[in-house]
């Protein structure tokens, strides 16, 4: 075997012509041998022999006539080259194709720019998703660390309370547990106010992890003490990013909420947040609560909030199933001794690699990786088909010098690799591009309508990981567009290659079978793309077109907070109703309320549990979304109470508690009869809260999803709101009312903060704008497919013509019309593109249901969004067959015969 492999130093025509004979002489020669050192002298000696013959013929260049051929210098002389045979051929082809590309500009440009695009979008994809749902967690031994779940009261793991999460603590199967509240502040610097992201962290956190802060330090047990000093630990993207790494952020002070918190470290390199890929600007201590008020701090004692995520290392020796069962066991204690709050409720540990965000979340993430990578992946299988249809041609082209290398003594092997080097070397440059433009799209993602899809903001970047999948996906995409046109090329003998050396030349049914198997995988993979577009059209046509049920055209909104200039509840309480007086008094504005969230907007939940109302999980609470409104909020947005009587005068703090609840409430939780007098209360409180009121539907949660429960408090009943939206309506278009209104509220006290401003209609629009992003951009995709399915489909068709250029001009020359030689051309193709139809129309079928389960108000296989998609794409390749056929009908008989 090894001799056998010496021999290929020969060339190929050599070893073709007498490598036989020889291996049969060192065969002799070796059973002769009396001993075993001798056999190996014979071996060794034939061994240079064959290095020493292979590496003159090589540099003499000798033909298979016995003349010198390429590799000669004038005269018959041999040129002296100290590079190895092998790597001088290699060298040899390399040059060479990179000529043939620089010789084609228009097919390289275009090859290059169009797998840019293919493979920058795959990169691209790769780093989110990977980000999202594959990155490794970037703290020490991270099997050894596990995410405590209590139940949500539909039954679903969810965030903890802060007093299970002591419990937990006390459990022996943990060596450190710690718990974690995802929040969001208002940082002062420079005159002006700047959002961050931030989280409510305990001490135990860099314990459970394994890691420590690249600066200064963490918190002390001291820090899980309200009333001890509000401390922060900046992270290190945002130290780097934000602050240029300046050594002294550790130890400043720095205003949050209009509060000073000292800044006493820099958190570990290379972690975002305790979520990652998610992003967090500052971790405060569980001292730092007041910064978000009293409600924030009560909820440190209140098992009702569950507000916070427990993390926690698992200690020497214990399992995740032993650790389970100790939660569940807890969970039954709990149930016990609280049942009210824990009846029904119980406790999972997951392992850190198996959660990404949450693990109601992860479902749906998976889903839109899985979407986005099968997309991105159907545009690059559509680029590679395109490339070697067209690399297939310009083999066809080159058939001549493929036989005159075959004649020369080329391998098939060395003929194969030309082919495979021009695939490659397109493929590495378009690679490049690609790099550049995943760099560029990364920077960019944070500022598209696609980046809220996501529950945090995410670190994206061009890692080792991703560098990898891009280095790989560059020489799969150069193979899998090279290979089929290299073995091609390889398998024709020279006889044929001479013979289709020309424009006559005919493919051989192989041939044929390989180039239109490419067309119909175009035609069905952008017949799948184009039915996901249009099913989410739909989608997003029947969001836009449904009833909101308030009077978007007529309100506005204005950001507003009162914490830096109101301290107690009776200056919010009278400043509140300063502001609605003054916005009131503007010309065109009718009326003014404030609210604590806009509809179509997240916002606070609360565990509510509804008199006379069990619900299916059996944990007699419901996490209820709620709003506090002062008196006019109904009427400034445009709701009617259909039954009972809106909020006034008679709710006052410290008396009865009275809610209005929305139609959806009424229906689920009391058969939407006998409503008013209905009572609820929060988990853990004995004050019940009666219902004086039925309001009409709005929008809760968001536009593409189905209105949810919701109930509203009156701000009078509350210590007064620090911060809300003051909405009001007007006589004409809304928006020309904000510049007053802003003014307005800024001269009712010195100190107010304005953070946004906005009509409700475009708060309505940005809602719905990742979707329409997500449609433009699939959009996009979608027509790149269809174009490069058209123009497959034409260089088919336009190949097909010219090769039959006599027989058609020979034809119209007898007398065939325009109309049959167009129907016989375009016959030849029919049959492939109605194969790809019913295959992307039976996969799109597939798949429908999958994808439109991320869809709002479409069936899972719609019929007008897949009918009008397969029509669409029918219609484009029937023009893309058509326009090379009408030119060959409409072509001068006598100059088709003589093209021939």
Sequence with gaps: MLFRALLRLFPGWFVDRHGEEMTELLAARLQKAPSAQARGRVWLRAAADVVGSAWAMRRSGLAPGGSPGNGTARGGMPERNRRGPRMDNWWQDFRQTIRHLIHAPGFTAGATLLLAVGLGANIAVFSLV??????????????????????????????????????????????????????????????????????????????????????????????????????????????VSAFGADPGVVGSTVRLNGQPVTVIGVGPQGLSSSFPPFMTDFWLSISTTPIEGDFRVANLDR??????????????????????????????????????????????????????????????????????????????????????NLLMVRGLTRSGEMAVRRALGAGSGRIARLFLLESMALALAGGGLGVLLTVWALRAFPTTPLAQVFPGALDLRLDIRVIGYALGLVLLTGLLFGLMPALRAARSGVARSLRDDGRGMSLSPGAKRLRNGLVAVQVAASMILVVATGLL??????????????????????????????????????????????????????????????????????????????????????????????????????????????????????????????????????????????????????????????????????????????????????????????????????????????????????????????????????????????????????????????????????????RRSSELGLRMALGAGSSRVVAMVIRDVLGTVLLGVTAGLTLSLLMAPRVSSLMYGVEGRDPLAIGGSALAVAAIAALAAWVPARMAARADPVDALRGS
Excluded: K
């Design 537 to 802: 059209a739909r989608s997003l046509a029947t969001i836009q077109g449904r009833e909101t049920g308030v009077d978007e055209d007529r309100v506005a909104w204005v950001r507003t907070g009162l914490s830096t200039v109101a301290e107690t509840a009776e200056e919010r309480h009278v400043l509140l109703e300063e502001i609605l007086r003054r916005v009131e008094a503007l010309p065109g504005v009718t009326v003014a309320a404030a609210t604590t969230r806009l509809p179509a907007q997240g916002g606070g939940t609360t565990t509510t549990i509804v008199e006379g109302y069990t619900p299916a999980a059996g944990t007699e609470a419901v996490e209820l979304p709620f709003l506090l409104i002062s008196d006019e909020y109904f009427e400034a947005m445009g709701l009617t109470v259909s039954e009972g009587r809106p909020f006034g005068p008679d709710e006052v703090e410290g008396g009865e508690t009275h809610v209005i609840v929305n139609e959806t409430a009424a229906r689920v939780f009391w058969g939407g009869t006998d409503v008013l007098g209905r009572r609820m209360r929060g988990e853990g409180s004995d004050r019940w809260r009666t219902v004086v009121g039925v309001v009409s539907d709005a929008p809760v949660r968001g536009l593409a999803e189905a209105v949810t429960p919701a109930f509203y408090y009156s701000q009078r009943q509350t210590g007064g709101l620090d911060s809300f939206y003051t909405v009001f309506r007007t006589d004409g278009d809304p928006a020309d009312a904000l510049p007053a209104v802003r003014n307005s509220i800024a001269e009712a006290r010195a100190g107010i903060t304005i953070d946004g401003q906005g009509t409700l209609t475009d708060h309505f629009g940005d809602g719905l704008a990742a979707s329409r992003f997500t449609a433009g951009l699939l959009g996009g995709f979608s027509l790149l497919a269809v174009v490069l399915a058209g123009l497959g489909i034409y260089a088919v068709v336009a190949f097909g013509v010219a």
């Design 303 to 388: 098992r009702a909030d569950h507000w916070y995520q427990v993390r926690a290392r698992l200690a020497p020796g214990t399992s995740v199933p032993r650790a389970a069962s100790a939660m569940s066991a807890l969970a039954g204690r709990l149930a016990r001794d609280h049942p009210e709050y824990n009846r029904g409720r119980g406790i999972t540990v997951f392992q850190s690699r198996d959660v990404r965000a949450t693990p109601t979340q992860d479902g749906r993430l998976f889903q839109m990786g899985t979407l986005l990578t099968g997309v991105v992946a159907t545009v690059l299988l559509l680029a590679c088909a395109n490339l070697a």
């Design 130 to 239: 990977d980000a999202v749902l594959f990155r490794p967690p970037p703290w020490a031994n991270p099997d050894q660390v596990v995410y405590v779940y209590q139940d949500s009261d539909e039954g679903e793991p969810s965030s903890s309370s802060f007093p299970a999460y002591r419990d937990m603590v006390e459990e022996s199967v943990f060596a450190h547990v710690a718990a974690t509240s995802p929040s969001s502040a208002r940082l002062e610097r420079d005159g002006a106010e700047l959002p961050v992201e931030t989280e409510f962290t305990t001490a135990s956190m860099m314990d459970v992890l394994g890691l420590t802060p690249a600066r200064g330090r963490w918190f002390g047990p001291e820090h899980d003490r309200v009333g001890s000093e509000m401390a922060a630990v900046v992270s290190h993207p945002t130290w």
